[in-house]
């Protein structure tokens, strides 16, 4: 297990509803990612937060946003969702915001959109 | 855009076989790549990385081959187990980005 803690584990929403997801880091890490993975896919960048702060962004719409707090746990939100926003919602956790700091992955949350 | 793909997306072996399981890549400036395990209900799992300046790296039981010349990256698993099933993942840094690009996924089968 890596120590990166994601929940909650399963949610079912209707379509226009906002949901927040929420992502406790290792201990020790400074920096989140969060990824969307569609049924069958690989895992898609959404943003990162390194010290409270978006540090870059993936090809998601402004109705995904993010938070990260002084303890540099995160939280995703996603406003008015869509259908195709079913997927499983993974943060990853890193030492730093460096291109080769390896990211550690929470087992994710499994989102279902009606 | 730029894209990591995969070769096979499923492979199955005997337990007791050695596992390849290949990726291309087409981003030549990528300077760092990790492959990623993810078993079913979990999240991936970092197995082994490589930089670009590197063309092998071992782990245990791993192996890691990086090709720049054609842009392929590979996974050697020696003497495959049950618990080596899972769907496995490469990714590249985009040159000095922050944010992994994943492949597809293979997924790998473990006969007994």
């Known amino acids: 297990e890596t120590g990166v803690t994601q929940s909650p584990t399963h949610l079912i929403k209707t379509r226009g509803q906002q949901v927040t997801l929420r992502c406790s880091s290792q201990?020790?890490?400074?920096?989140v990612s969060w990824y969307q993975q569609a049924l069958g896919q690989g895992p898609q960048f959404i943003f990162q937060y390194y010290r409270e702060e978006e540090n870059g962004r993936g090809n998601f719409p402004p109705r995904f946003s993010g938070l990260q707090f002084p303890n540099y746990s995160s939280e995703l939100n996603v406003n008015a969702l869509e259908l195709d926003d079913s997927a499983l919602y993974l943060c990853?956790?890193?030492?730093?915001?460096?291109?080769?700091?390896?990211?550690?992955f929470g087992p994710g949350t499994r989102l279902l959109v009606l | 855009g730029e894209s990591v793909g995969l070769h096979l997306p499923t492979l199955s072996v005997q337990e007791g076989d050695n596992s390849i399981i290949n990726c291309a890549y087409s981003n030549s400036a990528s300077d760092y790549f990790i492959w990623y395990k993810q078993e079913s209900g979990k999240g991936p799992q970092f197995i082994i990385d490589i930089r670009s300046n590197m063309d092998k790296r071992q782990g245990q039981r791993v192996t890691v081959l990086l090709n720049k010349t054609v842009k392929h990256l590979s996974l050697q698993i020696a003497a495959t187990q049950p618990g080596d099933s899972a769907v496995y993942f490469c990714a590249e840094i985009p040159n000095y980005g922050q944010n992994f690009v994943f492949g597809p996924g293979t997924r790998l089968s473990v006969l007994p």
């Open positions: 990853a956790s890193s030492l730093g915001q460096g291109a080769t700091e390896t990211q550690y």
């Open positions: 201990s020790g890490h400074n920096t």
